[in-house]
Structure formats: C-alpha cells, structure tokens
C-alpha cells in the first residue's frame, strides 16, 4: 500500500473535483425531494386556470410572495394530499413466513402494518399536515433506503437533535438485519448490522407479532434497545400476510404521543411503505438467505467476490445491481457494503466495461473473464492503479463475481527483471532428473543468448566461458557433491566483450546424486574498475596529502618569517600605534599575504602602512617582501605617502611577474596631530570620535600593479584628542552581511567606547577560516 503522505497536486485536483460534484449531486436530489410536490401544485393549477405549466408555475410564485411562505409549502397546502387508505389499521400478518423470496407474492403488495392511532381520521394541524405533505413528495423522490431515512429524519420528524431512522429486513431465521439508517453514528450501525432472535428488541417484537409498537421512553420495558434514543415507533412492513421487514422511528429523549402524533406517524409510515415497496427489489437477497453452496462459493474465491442480484427499470432494463453477499475478504477491506447498490459502492465499474459486461452476461449469457487489466481504483481513499483478473458466472437471475488482485506479483517480476538488469546478473537452474532447465531474463542478457531459442543444457553452457577456464567452472560443479554450496570467478564472453564474472552454485541432493544444480552469475567488470578507480584515487590522494603538509610547513615558516611578533605597538608623543595580523586557523589554509608595519621615525613621527597582496603561499609571501620593507624606506627617507605609493607602483608595473594589492600608508606629525594619508585601492579607514566611528570617505587611487604612470592623493585629517584612525584587511569584515562596512563601523564603535582600543582586538574571532590585519593609531585623550 501507498504511505500516508502530503496529496500531490494532481491528487488534491482529483479529490477536490469529486468533493464538489458529490456536493452538486446532494443539491440536486434534495431539490429533487420537493419536485413532485410542486409539479402536482403546479398541475392543481393549470387545471383551474386553463394555461400552461409554465404559466401556472408563474402564479404558484407569485402567490408564494403575496403570502409570504415558500413555494414548496404554498405546494404542499394546494395539493391537500393525505395518504390513502393505506393508512388505516389492518390485520396483523402471519409472523412465521420467510423474509423475501415469497411464492405467490411480490414487492408490489408491500405496505406498512399501521395502527398507533385510535382515530384514523384524526386532522392534522396545517403546519403538521404541510410537513407531512414535503416529507411524502421527499420519500417518493428517495434514490435509496439511504437517502429514504434521511428524508424521514430531517423532514418527517423535524430533524431534532439525536433523532435516528433505520430500515430492517427480516430473515428466514427470526433475526433482523439493518438495511440503512440515518442519525446513528457509524459504529453503532456497524455493531447492529444483524440481531438474531434471541434478543427481545422492538424491532424483533414487530416481526413476531406483526403489529406497531411504541415505547415514549417513560414507562418501564424489558426491550433490548437497538442504537440509541429511548422513544421509539416501530412499523411492520408486510408482503401479502408475512413480515419482511421493519420501519423504526426514534427519538433521543423521552416524550409523551399525543392523539395528533399518533395519528401524525401512521400516515408517515405508510407514506414510508409506498416508497420502500418502489425501492425493496433493491434491497436484494441477503446473505443469510442465500444457500449455503453460495456463501461457500464466496470464501473459496479468495474472499474476493460479490454475489449481484438485478435492478430492472419499469422495462426490464438492468439498472444496477444489489451487492446481494459479499466476501470475508470484501467485508474486511470495504465494510458491510451488502444492500447497497453496485454502482453507488464501485462508480468506476460504470467507465472501465464492467457493468456492461455484467449487464450482458446476464441477460445475453455473453462470457465475462479478463485478465491482467490495468484499471482505476480507490485504495485507502486515494487513487491508484491495479492490476486485475475478474470473472463472473450467471447464476440463475443472479450473477457471481469475483477479482484478483495480480499488480504485486507483475511489479514484482518486473522489479526483478529490472534488477537483473541493472546489476548485470541472472540465474539458471539444471533440473538433472527431469533434463530441463530455467534461466532468467536477466541470463539471456548476460550471456546475449536470445530467450526465443531458450536454456541450453549444463554441458553446453560452459561454451560461453573463456577456454582457459572451463575446466575451473567443471571443478566448481564437481565439488557439489557434498551439497556445499561454492563461488569461483571465471571470465564469461559477453555481447560487451569478455568479461569477470563471480559464479555462485548450489545443488539440491537427492542421496548421494545431484537432483538439481543452481547457478548465479553476476557481471563485476564494473566492480574492478570501481577498485581500479579506488586505488588510483588513494594514491592521488596520498600524494596531495603530501602535498599539503608540505604547503602548511611552508605557511608556518613564512608567517613565522614575515610576522615574528603578533603584537605592533609603536608610541610617540601624546600618540600611539597598534596593530595587529591574524593568521587563518582553518586547516589547510596558506598564506594571503595581510600584513600591516610601523616605524617611529627620528622626528618623533609615526609612519605605519596596512596592505593585501592579491594571490596565497609563497606568491603572497613575495609580495608581501616587495611592498614592505621599500614602503618603511621610503618613508623613513622624507617620502610622502601618495609619492611612495607612484614609486612603488611604478617597480611592480616594471616587474614581469609583479602582483595586484591594495596599500594604505599614513604619516602622522604629533606636534599639529596631522595625518596625511594615501591609499592605493585599499578599504575606506574609520575614524572613531566622541564614540561614534564614521568612514573617512576620501577617494582611493586604483591597486598597485594595475595601471602604468598612476598618480595617487594625499590626504589631510587633523585629529583632535582621544580620536583614533583604524585601517584594516577585508579578514575582519562579516562579509554576508548587507553592508558589511557600515556593520563593522558599528561594532568599532561599540568596543571603544566599552574598552577603547584594546576592545577592537576582540572583534575578530579566534577562529577563522580567512588572514586579517588591524591597526589604530590613537591620539591621547589627555
């Protein structure tokens, strides 16, 4: 079975299409309730009017409006109809006779036995001879017991809270069984399905005695209940002089009857009898009933069967069927599904052929047998697929069906089949005391033998091994003489060419001699090349480990190299320096080449310079020598940071192999706190005051390394106490932020003015997959 899931949305489409026609459906056959009514109203009036149906429909509206109450009571008032003499009391039936098949008699004569009232006569109120009036056209119009006791419920008795209806038949042994019912839960009307006689309830007393009875539920009895409500009428239904079945009204509470109730349920009933005796060929033979041969018949199918008795039109057409008995097997998996029509039960059967074929086979005797049909079913209330063998049988004027359920096994061999195939690898069996043999389809493919010509024998089969090892494969088949089991790989020639094959055998003993030899062979051509790929990727894998190692060695002995201190602090007067590199930790990661330096020059002023060499390893670290130590010179010797970035600039666009990367220098002068600063595609500086860090938006010149003859600015902050200028690598920015400047900015500000510039160091966490520079230059708040 399918697992419960989420409805996929073709699925949800289905089931929402079938929800909304089956509430169209329930529209229309309650508006279908009181069409009789207001045709016969409709009838009434063109009679007295002289006019046309549809003119005297106008009038009935128009009338509807002037007294201001619906056209289906105005109807109910001008029609006047009050139930025939049926209603009056009659005799008791025999209460001995069988249920249905009754010689002598049909459904035809059925009626209600009725009789609570002392006064047939009685006149009803015009509001309860109204309800009375719509309930009757409703119950003409029932399509069904099921939809008959609804009617009863919601429109004869007024739909109260916990009222219920229910429909029985009689069997041959004293016991009732529940045709339909309306207003009790569904398992109660599960557990009542059949109650045999040794139970004395209201519905077994109607069929001893063949009179009504009515409990109000507030005097003591000694009934057995069936379903809940203690008030309660009960109505033999009666064909000729036997009790065939029984009518039951019931009410949640106790109440007292009134002469106008009494009279009220009498015409009700037999309004009932006259639609159940239009609707009792429907209600079928039932199981109980059947002979015995029958009911066996349905259990030695597999549980899988219906026995189908016909619904025939006023001219002998087949309409539908009654499901007549069912199954263990149907009961199981679809409930008590007997009584009710076929159609109503299995819709599909209508589109798929298999209610015109049963239809000619019972009345043209047209054989019906298919096998294995794909057709559309319900399983667990969703939609599916199913394989099918169906087959039906007349018998007498009834029909015997049955199916099987074949789409495991098909899938299943298909399945295998397509296993076969994608593994490479079939099986083949050598019956030796018969001299015939199997194979699979998955064998034939292996070996490219067409299934057409069939198995060869096990003498022939080793022709399709290499030569060489031929006598390996008699050696494997010899050794199963001791019923062990063995495995041998040979080399087996293929449509694909030669191929390795692991060969798996077995034998079945009978004594001391080989009854039957079972082989499978599985294609592991592809399994060696996946141990060839394996290997060659150990090694390749190996040596990048190597590899590796390598490189990591040489990234520590360059940072150690380049960074011998973690720490920069250089102080000068009111002044300070401090930076700091961050080395990745992530394993596996080589060197960038951030970096960041400062000197203390002899005029007591500050030179420091913050960069990224563009590329990893020793092409960083290269780069990293060629912009360091020519920046401290320069700047050592007077130079200004815009013409040391020309200069050097200018040696990496000379150089063949010169790299890409950004530069930022600054001078500062503690005597006027002057900083004059340039930067060659480097990230934009922050300046932090009174708390707040803003980004010092002065123009950046290109990288270094791009463009030939670049000219660069230099740039003048005058920086008041307790500033500081903090310049960085991109290390330290969270990079999938929005604006991951701005939010830098931000948590700047926040470490200094917690901790002031000690605080941004901890800014960049200690793990970290990328290399990162900071450095501050802060200016003395005193």
Not at 193 to 205: E, Y
Not at 214 to 222: A, F, K, Q, S, W
Not at 596 to 604: I, K, T, V, Y
Request: hydrophobic letters at 45%; glycine letters at 10%; one cysteine or more.
């Amino acid at each position: 079975m399918a697992r419960q899931s989420s409805p996929r949305p073709a699925e949800a489409d289905w089931v929402s299409r079938v929800q909304r026609l089956e509430a169209e459906l329930a529209g229309l056959r309650r508006a279908m309730r009181t069409r009789g009514l207001i045709e016969q109203a409709k009838g009434l009036l063109a009679e007295r009017h002289g006019c046309d149906p549809e003119t005297a429909f106008g009038r009935l509206s128009a009338m509807s409006q002037q007294r201001n109450i619906s056209v289906v009571d105005l109807a109910a008032d001008l029609v006047g109809a009050t139930v025939p003499d049926t209603a009056e009391a009659q005799d008791p039936p025999t209460p001995t006779a069988p249920a249905l098949d009754l010689p002598g008699h049909s459904p035809a004569e059925l009626r209600t036995v009725v009789g609570l009232a002392d006064d047939p006569d009685h006149t009803l109120p015009q509001d309860q001879a109204r309800v009375l009036r719509k309930c009757l056209a409703a119950l003409d119009a029932a399509h069904d017991f099921a939809a008959l006791a609804d009617a009863l419920v919601t429109i004869g008795l007024g739909g109260p809270p916990g009222a219920a209806a229910a429909l029985f038949s009689a069997e041959t042994d004293g016991a009732v069984r529940l045709v339909a019912s309306h207003g009790w839960p569904a398992q109660v009307a599960s557990e009542w399905q059949r109650s045999p006689s040794s139970l004395n309830t209201t519905v077994g007393a109607a069929v001893r005695t063949g009179r009504p009875l009515l409990l109000d539920g507030l005097r003591p009895h000694d009934f057995v209940l069936i379903g809940p409500g203690p008030a309660r009428a009960v109505y033999p239904l009666a064909v000729g002089g036997h009790v065939v079945g029984v009518l039951s009204l019931i009410w949640a509470e106790a109440r007292e009857f009134t002469a106008t109730d009494l009279a009220y349920l009498d015409r009700l009933a037999a309004g009932t009898g006259r639609a159940v005796r239009r609707l009792w060929p429907t209600a079928g033979t039932r199981a109980a009933s059947l002979p015995v041969w029958l009911a066996g018949a349905l259990d030695v199918m597999g549980g899988l069967g219906h026995l189908l008795t016909p619904v025939r039109d006023e001219h002998g057409t087949v309409t539908d069927f009654v499901i007549a008995a069912a199954g263990p097997a149907v009961r199981a998996s679809d409930g008590d599904t007997i009584g009710r029509l076929l159609l109503d039960v299995y819709p599909r059967l209508r589109v798929n052929g298999v209610f015109d074929a049963y239809v000619a086979l019972l009345t043209d005797d047209v054989p019906f047998a298919r096998q294995a049909v794909v057709e559309d079913a319900l399983v667990n209330g969703r939609p599916r697929r199913v394989i099918l063998n169906r087959r039906a049988a007349r018998v007498g004027d009834a029909l015997l069906a049955s199916w099987e359920r074949i789409d495991a096994t098909v899938s299943n061999d298909a399945r295998m089949a397509r296993l076969e195939t994608l593994s490479r690898s079939g099986w083949a069996e050598w019956d030796l005391q018969a001299g015939d043999a199997v194979w699979s389809p998955g064998l034939y493919g292996l070996v490219g033998r067409d299934q057409a010509h069939g198995p060869t024998t096990l003498d022939k089969f080793g022709s399709f091994f290499a030569a060489a090892d031929r006598g390996l494969l008699r050696e494997l088949l010899a050794g199963l003489a001791q019923g062990r089991p063995d495995l041998a790989l040979l080399r087996l020639h293929t449509t694909h060419g030669v191929v390795p094959v692991r060969v798996f055998a077995e034998a079945d003993l009978a004594g001391d001699d080989i009854r039957l030899i079972r082989l499978v062979l599985h294609d592991v051509s592809e399994q060696h090349a996946a141990e060839d790929r394996w290997t060659r990727s150990e090694t390749v894998s190996a040596a990048r480990q190597i590899q590796l190692a390598a490189e990591q060695s040489l990234t520590a002995n360059l940072t150690r190299l380049l960074y011998p201190g973690r720490d920069l602090v250089l102080h000068t007067t009111g002044a300070e320096v401090t930076g700091r590199h961050y080395a990745a930790t992530a394993p596996r990661t080589q060197l960038r080449g951030d970096f960041c330096d400062a000197e203390r020059l002899d005029d007591g002023s500050l030179l420091f310079v913050i960069g990224d060499a563009f590329g990893t390893g020793l092409v960083a670290a290269a780069a990293v020598v060629r912009l360091r130590f020519p920046v401290v010179t320069l700047g050592a010797a007077g130079t200004a940071p815009a013409e040391i970035l020309r200069i050097v600039n200018g040696m990496l666009m000379a150089a063949p192999d010169g790299p890409l990367s950004s530069l930022l220098i600054g001078h500062y002068q503690p005597a006027d706190r002057t900083l004059r600063w340039a930067s060659a595609g480097h990230l934009q500086p922050l300046l932090v005051r009174d708390g707040a860090a803003t980004v010092v938006d002065d123009p950046a010149g290109p990288l270094l390394g791009l463009l030939d003859g670049q000219r660069f600015d230099t740039h003048t902050l005058r920086l008041q106490p307790g500033d500081s200028f903090v310049s960085f690598t991109d290390g330290v920015l969270h990079k999938r932020k929005r604006d991951p400047l701005a939010e830098f900015a931000t948590r700047v500000a926040g470490a200094n003015r917690k901790d002031g510039t000690a605080g941004l160091w901890q800014l960049t966490p200690p793990e970290r997959d990328d290399e990162a520079c900071l450095l501050a230059l802060e200016v003395s708040a005193g």
